[in-house]
């Protein structure tokens, strides 16, 4: 076996471990001064990758949760986990989402997730340009809920908190399909005047006060309330001038290009998220959830609640809501980072259609470290603030009328005494039964073609 050679990077804390921990002195300096080694024969890109990672560690550590948490370990390793997946969120936006003119779907799920990217979801990405056209073939799955959306600006969420801004969208009422489920969306700046059935046009231009913005992104938002019964569609793209014909070949300066993109999405994007995370932390008071409220561009339609909650080893948090009629309803828990929590063999979301009912019509949800012995308990997986997001999307309206919104979700904090007596008249889940729950779980995840 070749034995790697070590290097040593100035500014990480040891020769040879990027992920070595900062000292206290270097933690709160103002800016990562790192002297990185210069080797001529290492590509310009690839060094650039290797200083945004570092940029990005050293941002993560400043964010002030982890500074002045009672469990750094913990919060440390959670920020790792989450670097990692903006890490490969970078290297797709670099190398998969770079090239509109030869655009393909990139998928989004826990490997390379952002944003507490909706267990619920399937997602796809795709790069294009303005002036371009472009057509996506589909076939309709069975999910309860679609979104397509065409946006301008920088990809992801970046230090201004601003994600690509809406130029045209449809969601799943406005979609033509064939009979046999097939469809296709063609996209451009001009609407053809011979759209037949299974035919559709989204606008890649929009005016605004501001000038007229460009569409260079699609989102596709696939939402799934029964993961064993319910099913994705199926999603191609191609531009039409480009059709046939073969992508370049790679160059080094294709590659460094491909590096650099990837580079500036990872640093832009964990500075929004941290900075996004630390105004909810303002704005939102602990241990409570927001009354509902409509989420803000890019989701239409969409109402949420939130909270974040101090988890103990000697209380719960129990949330009530009321059923609605929503396409899609569901409940989530997340850390501070917003990394979704490992949601494939550990419950820590339910939809609606997943969830146990009382008799009363409502849905009752139990967060707390144990197992509390109920259906619905959503497991915080460790973290020691649980971020909790609830969405409802499809709301049923009359047109041309805003949806209402849901009824405001209820909040209580209890030991696990008064837990007891609150869900007295509940029936119990025994451990044998939460492990066959989980082991259903595992399962649907897992099954194709949903593969969370």
Known sequence: MTEIPKVTIHGTGKSGDLFAPFTPHQSRMKNALIDWPQDPATPVGSQRFALAIEQARHTMSMAPWLQYSANPELEQAAAERQLKHQIAAALDQGFVLHDPSFPEFSRLDKHNQFGLVNPDNLYFLASIETPGTYLIHGKRGTSA??????????????????????????????LSVKRNGEFTILISDTEPCDLKTGENWLCNTKSTPKGKLCANSILIRESLMDWDTETGGTWRIERL??????NPLPTPELVDLQYDRAARYLTGSVRGWIKFVEQLRVTLPANHISPTRKTGQGLPGQFNSAGHFQMREDTAILITVDASDARYQGIQLGDLWFNALDFRRRQTSLTTKQAYQSKDGKYRFVISAKDPGFENWLDPAGASTAFVFMRWQGIPHRPGEEP????????????????GERLKCEPDFTPEQRQAQLAARHASAMKIPRGF
């Open 145 to 174: 809920d679609l979104q397509i959306q065409v946006g301008a600006g920088d990809p992801g969420f970046n230090e201004d908190l601003t994600s690509p801004i809406p130029v045209s969208e449809m969601d799943r009422g406005d």
């Open 241 to 246: 001038d480009t059709v046939g014909k073969p």
């Open 404 to 419: 209402k919104a849901p009824n405001n979700p209820e909040r209580e904090i209890l030991t696990f005494d008064q837990l």
